[in-house]
Structure formats: C-alpha cells, structure tokens
C-alpha cells in the first residue's frame, strides 16, 4: 500500500491507495479515534457490492455501522437531501461518538463532505473512494459542496476530511466511460504538472483500458501526490496554486452546463474544456504548437469527446460568464505553457475564447 | 462611540458599539473592502422602523444595497429559508462581489451567518445585531447555525464575521420581554466572569429597565469584551473557555425545549438554567450560600422567570440528554465558584441535576 501525507498543520491527513486497502480501514481509524459509530454515506448500487467488505473491515475493528441509501445521481446533492441525511444522523447519534464514511464517487463525497462539516459544526469524516475520478481528483482536498436551482456546488464549505483510502480493487467495476471520465482527470494532471505521468499515459493505454490494477494504482498515486502538493500549499484556492487543478475546468464546466448536465458527464465536459484550453494557450504563443499536438493527441488516444457537437456557442459562453470562479468581470484561466506545466493568466480576450470553442465545434 | 477588537489572527475583526455607530457603517465597510453590493438579511418590522437609516449609511459611502426580508420567527431559522435566501443572492450576485448583513435579533444573524458560511463556500459578512441579546451575545464570536426537526442548530458553522456594529439606539424600540431576554445573558457574564458588571446590575436596575442609553452602552461593552476575550482564546469551544458562556444554557436549553420554544424565550430558559446552575454550584460546595443567595437574587432582582411552573422535570431531563454538548454519556457543566468567576465540571451526579431542577419548580 502506498501512502501520501497531506500536511495542513493540524487539519493534516493521510491518503493510502492500494489494491484491497479497504481491509486495513478498521486499524486505521482506530488510530485516529474519530469515534464508536461509522455512518456510511453511499448507494444501492454501491452497498450491494462492496457493503459488506467495508462493514467487515469495521466491524472487526469494534466499530458500529449504519449504512445511509441516496439515489446514485447528481440530485443527491441538494439541500433536501443534506436536510434528511442529518435528521437520520441525528437519530442514531445518541452516543455521540458519530463520525461519516463517504463511501461512493464525487457525488456522495461532496454531500457527505458537506453534512459533516455542517452537522453540529463538524463532525470528523473520512473519504474511500470508489471511482477513478473520485480517487484521483474530488475525494483530496475538503472541497465539499450542493447544488442549487441557481447553481452547482454553490453551497458548500472547505472542510477535510481525517482520511482517503483509495482501494483501486473497486475500479475493476466502472463502466468503460466512468474509467474514462476519471482519465480525463488523470491526463489533467499530466499535462499540468507531470511530464511522467505524461509518457505513462502514452505508453500504458493498452493496459490501463484493460483495468491493469497495477498501473492504475500509479495513476490514482501520481494524481493524489500532485494534488495533495497543491492543496498544501494552497487550501482555499487563493493563491493561484490550487487553481492550476481547475485546468479545462473554465470552459468545462460552461461546456457541462450548456449540456444540461446530461450530454457529456464531468470528465467529458472536462476534456473538451481542455482542449479550448489548449487551442487557448497555443494561440496566446504560451505553448509551442509542437506541445498543443501532443496534448491534444493523448486525449483523443483515450477516446475521449473531441467535438461539442450541437451545443450552442452562445449557449457556452453565457454559462461561462455566470461562473462562480469568475470576478469583477476578469475571467482566468488555467494555461499550459509546456508539457507538465501551466499558469494562471487573467483577462483572456473573448476572440481567443471564441475562437477555442470554434476549433472544437 | 467604542471599539473592541476580537482577535483570531487572520480572522480578527472590530465590534463597534454606540449610539447612532450606524451612520458611520459606510466608512467602516469601505476600509474592509468586503465588496461592492451589500444583502441586507433582515425583517419587516426592523426594516420599516430602520431600513432607511442603514440604506442610507451604505449608500452615501457609494454601495448598492438589496433588502431580503424573512419571517420574524425561529421558523426562519431552516434549511428551506436557507436554499431560498442563496437562490435570491445568487441571481443579485452578477458583480460577483456581494457580502450579506445580518440585520436583526439572533435568529437573524445565525441565518445570515449560516449562508454568509456556506454560499460559494464562504462570502464575507458582517452583523449588525438589533436585540440587546444579539449585541451582547449572539452576533459575535462566529456561530452560525440552522434549526432541524432533530434539535435546534443541529446544522451550522463556525465562521467568524468581518464587522460587529452595535446601535445601542436600536435597544429603544424593544419590548419589555425582549429587553429582559438580553438582561439574562448580561446578568450571565455578570455571574461568569465581572463582579463590577454584577455592580452595575445591582445599582442601575431603574436606569436600564427605563432603557437608559449610557447604561444600556455600558451593558453591550461590558458584555463584547467578555466574550471577545474567550472566543479569541477557544474559537471553537474546544478549550473549556469558551464554555464558560454556557453558564445557564446545559438546563436552560433543556428548559426551552421541554417547553417546546413557545413557553419561554431563549432568556427566560436561560435565566431558569442559571438558577438551577447556582443551586448545583451551591449543593457540590463550589459556591458559598451567601453568593448564590446574591447571584439568584440578581435574576429575582430583574423580573425573570424563578418557576418552571407546569414543565414536567421528566421531559426537561430528557431534552438534557439529548442536548449536542453531551459526550460520551458525560454531561458538562459552568457552575459558579463566586460572583464573576466559573468553572467547567463534567459527570454532575444525577441526584444534583433532579434537586436543582426541584428546586425551581
């Protein structure tokens, strides 16, 4: 099993990421004496296969368990549903020795995040991540968050979590386009900080197509070390370190909305985001045209979208200008500058933003 | 007008208090730089009898100013009020550059403190409390929180604000009811930790019942920098200083829950759990009968509730155990060592708990 420490002085935590690492839960958490009782946030989907390897691991280790059910779907992230999550904690915590387990993908990680840092101003909560996305991007770093009518994530809160335990045995399960949704993530990584990870992409597609458990427990490694680096040194993303992860995010995200959220899934909108990017990037001469190609092509050779199809420019644009990221009227972006490396840069000039989004129409 | 810094390091902030400290709200907002839109959180009533005055103080300084009313009443205090209240900051945030004022009694600032906390996970807001319990308690020191049908503030945050500003003019257009409610909690710092505020209780009772304004300003004072000092000690109750200002709250919660929010108000409870806090301090010889003879009489002295009248002491136990400060099966009490100065006492035998309780009835 591998391990990375997080360091944030006394918010500081461990991420272990290994094959089957669900099995050593119960000892850790017992070192971290979060608590007696572990509420574990997750779906049906979810429980019936692996409910009872994580129950197993805590019981053995004395803990009680109660598993929580929400529906496996981006309307879990509501404020509905924190509502009826904490009235349901609430009940079972008369021992008050409660702590939560987010035991699913981005979703139930961001609610559960969420609920712990609300639920009588915090309770302790830790993250075992079941997707690849998951594992390398959302369950590091106390992002947590709902969504409303007016917004996703607009509702959230900083707060991490005590532990992240990346079992790469569950990958074996996600459908090929949630392996390649969290791909999108890892080839992220690579292009903005590893040129490494880079050459491993490239090298090891075959492989990691096939689920090959080894190499994509470097993959979950690299990402979590680069990410764990960047939350660091800067938690709450203000001082344009944290923000390089947000590369291929600014159009993204625009891209996810334009699509209502159904048409590309995040990893999808994330790879379209990255190529505006990095169209962006070679024409503002920041990236050699030589690099923008090899960038371009390792998200192609991942089979991931390359085109937004129907959606409409303008459609884009305005739900790129409402942005939560975006303030007093300068937007920022996320640029590569070479291959493994990128820079924050302000006030993009609309005709390269046009003219990234024509290059991928 | 007077000043008071609280001090957390970066998240230190002034508490401004005075009479007509209001008009200068605008200068003190422009030196923080929290933004240029300022939501006002407030009610109907405060805003007929003061929303010009603020709207003024905010626009002469050169900010626009959005009222968001909401219901005079804990029912305010929930997780539907919260998804509106972001719903309509969402839409008014287009400048990206909003902060909110709590603009009211407690219920409130808790909201307001709530949604300032969690909105894009965390906008800048500031309080401008206008219940003598909200200047001498409750706007300062970060608390924030929401109501759920498991308990009261089961769902909340610590998040400090960037301003308190206390109109001591404010106090005037209080009920009698309301104003006493407030005289609970100063009589509370009174007993925890100033015998020359106990002092001042004692010899201007007429003064401060005819709603004097220098003495009135004297209380908020008096008050601010007590609870400035241990909440910059213990900002999140974690040291047993901050405790302190539960003084009364372990039963007194207790008390207004039993009666189902409706029989007393927050003081009133309060007021009874101080009486029941003396009786325990007096009974476990921490506190000499003289002193507790004093210290009840102070609270007689003031017209607050001395019976719990119809209350069963069977449902006010089990509220007590149900309260969220209760660990591990170990209660946790502020009981008094002498007149302005407490302690913190966990595992108060049981028989103590029923004959306090007794002893009120």
């Given at each position: 099993m591998r391990k990375i420490r997080l360091?944030?002085?006394?918010?500081?935590y461990e991420i272990l990421i290994g094959r089957h690492a669900i099995d050593q839960l119960g000892k850790y958490l017992?070192k971290l004496?979060?608590?007696?009782?572990?509420?574990?946030?997750?779906?049906?989907?979810?429980?019936?296969?692996?409910?009872?390897?994580?129950?197993?691991a805590?019981?053995?280790?004395?803990?009680?368990?109660?598993?929580?059910?929400?529906?496996?779907?981006?309307?879990?992230?509501?404020?509905?549903?924190?509502?009826?999550?904490?009235?349901?904690?609430?009940?079972?915590?008369?021992?008050?020795?409660?702590?939560?387990?987010?035991?699913?993908?981005?979703?139930?990680?961001?609610?559960?995040?969420?609920?712990?840092?609300?639920?009588?101003?915090?309770?302790?909560?830790i993250q075992v991540p079941?997707?690849?996305?998951?594992q390398?991007?959302?369950s590091i770093?106390?992002?947590?968050?709902?969504?409303?009518?007016?917004?996703?994530?607009?509702?959230?809160?900083?707060?991490?979590p005590k532990l992240v335990l990346s079992d790469t045995a569950f990958?074996?399960?996600?459908?090929?386009?949630?392996?390649?949704?969290?791909?999108?993530?890892?080839?992220?990584?690579?292009?903005?900080?590893?040129?490494?990870?880079?050459?491993?992409?490239?090298?090891?597609?075959?492989?990691?197509?096939?689920?090959?458990?080894?190499?994509?427990e470097?993959?979950v490694y690299?990402?979590s070390l680069?990410?764990s680096?960047?939350?660091?040194?800067?938690?709450?993303?203000?001082?344009?370190?944290?923000?390089?992860?947000?590369?291929?995010?600014?159009?993204?995200?625009?891209?996810?909305?334009?699509?209502?959220?159904?048409?590309?899934?995040?990893?999808?909108?994330?790879?379209?985001?990255?190529?505006?990017?990095?169209?962006?990037?070679?024409?503002?001469?920041?990236?050699?045209?030589?690099?923008?190609?090899?960038?371009?092509?390792?998200?192609?050779?991942?089979?991931?979208?390359?085109?937004?199809?129907?959606?409409?420019?303008?459609?884009?644009?305005?739900?790129?200008?409402?942005?939560?990221?975006?303030?007093?009227?300068?937007?920022?972006?996320?640029?590569?500058?070479?291959?493994?490396?990128?820079?924050?840069?302000?006030?993009?000039?609309?005709?390269?933003?046009?003219?990234?989004?024509?290059?991928?129409?």
């Open positions: 360091n944030l002085g006394q918010r500081s017992k004496d979060l608590g007696t009782d572990a509420y574990i946030l997750t779906n049906k989907l979810i429980k019936a296969k692996y409910g009872s390897q994580i129950s197993q805590l019981l053995k280790s004395g803990f009680n368990c109660y598993f929580k059910l929400v529906a496996d779907s981006e309307k879990s992230k509501s404020i509905a549903c924190v509502g009826g999550v904490i009235n349901d904690i609430a009940r079972r915590d008369f021992k008050k020795r409660i702590f939560i387990i987010a035991f699913g993908g981005g979703v139930i990680g961001d609610l559960a995040g969420f609920v712990a840092s609300v639920y009588k101003r915090g309770i302790p909560y079941t997707t690849l996305l998951a390398v991007d959302s770093g106390g992002k947590t968050g709902v969504d409303l009518c007016a917004g996703k994530n607009l509702v959230g809160a900083f707060y991490q990958l074996k399960s996600l459908s090929t386009r949630q392996l390649k949704a969290g791909l999108a993530e890892v080839i992220k990584y690579a292009l903005i900080a590893d040129k490494n990870l880079f050459n491993l992409l490239l090298k090891k597609r075959a492989d990691i197509l096939k689920y090959d458990p080894s190499v994509l470097k993959l690299a990402c680069i990410k680096g960047l939350v660091s040194r800067d938690e709450k993303e203000a001082l344009d370190k944290r923000t390089l992860l947000n590369f291929g995010h600014t159009l993204g995200h625009a891209i996810e909305a334009a699509g209502g959220f159904s048409k590309y899934n995040h990893g999808e909108a994330i790879s379209l985001g990255m190529l505006a990017a990095i169209e962006i990037s070679k024409n503002l001469e920041l990236l050699k045209v030589a690099d923008a190609q090899a960038a371009r092509s390792l998200i192609k050779f991942y089979g991931l979208p390359e085109k937004i199809g129907k959606l409409s420019l303008a459609k884009i644009i305005s739900a790129h200008f409402h942005d939560k990221k975006f303030k007093g009227n300068k937007n920022k972006f996320v640029l590569l500058v070479s291959l493994g490396k990128a820079k924050v840069v302000t006030n993009v000039g609309s005709e390269f933003i046009r003219g990234a989004l024509k290059s991928i129409s």
